[in-house]
């Protein structure tokens, strides 16, 4: 059986990689150039995709590269209240852990054999057991796989369904080297995430491993043409950061530091989803993991679930390793339950940030009674 991977994001690894463990050959198709062509983002953090990692044969692994520190969690209100500071014992077990993205990718890349991701092959369209590749080449499946992400390629073979904008937009910026070059606001974001909800808005700090703090400024109840009427000069940085400043109005001059902290890397980020609950009747031929089958607002649920997809998705198909339709089914059923039930959930959370007392509410939340 010819199983054609499309995308080698951690999905399509997690897969690629349990199929390896239970000796199942597959081919990993990749649009980017090699690892190194993109950078992976900031961290994650990784708790039900913990299972992926073990039937991967990778728990250990994924421990050695994992930052219990990063469960750390600070939270405040616009006007400098801080609502709630947890800080993860040294001796606490890693039910949260922050990873980076980019080691846990190289985690599953360096995993596999030599040729399984083949670097390069950026999917044009596929039909009846064929894949058509941008640069003219071709190859041939039995069972094909999109784990090609937001703006599938593959998904269309399944569904009509593709992913609207959530009326969500964030503007990522960053401070390089934050322990030398910003001790006290280092010390202000702590070793983990620092939250800012309210207004309609939210400012998210994160602590990476190479010492950067990244930080993601979300405008909610905004539109698609957001970027283009924010006044925003995304090709002026200095003067995009004293814009942002102005945005954030009314909110506490240590918030505000934080952004004029920032270096020249500003990124602007369109929020979109799928539809919560998304189905679609099964084909024998092909099937969707991760994001190419339930893209949900960025609220710590995503990668996990694409993990997770992958790896049972691997399972099933090593249970009948002669009968993949019924594996494809089996995977799926459960899979749409899983997801479902995660959009939901993540869909809750997106409706407490949009709250003008969103961080009363996200405490709420955390601390429920
Ligand atoms: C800012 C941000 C923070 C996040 N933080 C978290 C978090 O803390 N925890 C969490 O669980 N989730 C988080 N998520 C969500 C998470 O990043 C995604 O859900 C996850 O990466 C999905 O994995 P994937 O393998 O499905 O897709 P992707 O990681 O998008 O990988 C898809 C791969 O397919 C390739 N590809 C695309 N098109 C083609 C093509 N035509 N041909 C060949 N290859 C193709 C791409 O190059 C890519 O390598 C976050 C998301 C964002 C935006």
């Given at each position: 059986m010819r199983i054609a991977i499309v995308g080698a994001g951690l999905g399509g690894l997690a897969l690629a990689r349990v199929l390896h463990v239970h000796g199942i050959e597959s081919v990993v198709y990749e649009?980017?150039?090699?690892?190194?062509?993109r950078g992976q983002g900031g961290m994650l953090d990784i708790h039900s995709g913990q299972r992926a990692l073990r039937e991967a044969g990778l728990i250990d692994r994924f421990f050695a590269i994992a930052?219990?520190?990063?469960q750390d969690m600070r939270l405040l209100e616009p006007d400098g209240t801080l609502l709630l500071q947890e800080d993860t014992p040294?001796?606490?077990?890693?039910?949260r852990p922050e990873v980076d993205r980019a080691d846990l990718r190289d985690l599953l890349l360096d995993s596999l054999p030599d040729g399984v991701v083949r670097w390069g092959h950026a999917l044009g369209s596929a039909a009846d057991g064929v894949l058509r590749f941008a640069d003219g080449g071709s190859a041939t499946y039995d069972l094909l796989v999109g784990a090609d992400g937001a703006q599938s390629r593959v998904r269309p073979l399944l569904t009509d369904a593709r992913p609207t904008h959530l009326g969500q937009n964030v503007v990522e910026i960053g401070i390089p080297d934050i322990d030398r070059t910003h001790p006290d606001l280092a010390a202000m974001v702590g070793r983990g995430n620092y939250w800012v909800l309210g207004d309609g808005l939210s400012l998210g700090a994160q602590r990476n491993g190479d010492g950067r703090v990244r930080i993601g400024l979300s405008f909610y109840r905004t539109g698609e043409d957001w970027f283009a009427t924010s006044?925003?000069?995304?090709?002026d940085p200095a003067a995009a950061r004293a814009r942002l400043i102005d945005l954030l109005d009314g909110w506490h001059p240590r918030f505000t530091a934080l952004v004029a902290a920032c270096d020249d890397t500003i990124v602007p980020r369109a929020i979109t989803t799928l539809p919560v609950g998304l189905t679609w009747p099964a084909r024998p031929d092909v099937t969707l993991v991760g994001d190419a089958a339930h893209l949900m607002p960025?609220?710590?649920e995503g990668a996990n679930m694409a993990l997770l997809d992958g790896a049972l998705l691997g399972l099933a198909l090593a249970a009948h390793p002669d009968d993949h339709p019924t594996a494809v089914r089996e995977y799926e059923r459960e899979m749409f339950e899983r997801a479902g039930a995660a959009a939901r959930m993540s869909a809750q959370i997106q409706e407490l940030l949009v709250a003008p007392d969103a961080a009363r509410r996200m405490l709420a939340f955390f601390q429920p009674g």
């Open positions: 649009r980017e150039a090699s690892r190194h062509a930052r219990g520190e990063g040294d001796d606490a077990p890693l039910a006044g925003i000069p995304f090709d960025p609220v710590g």
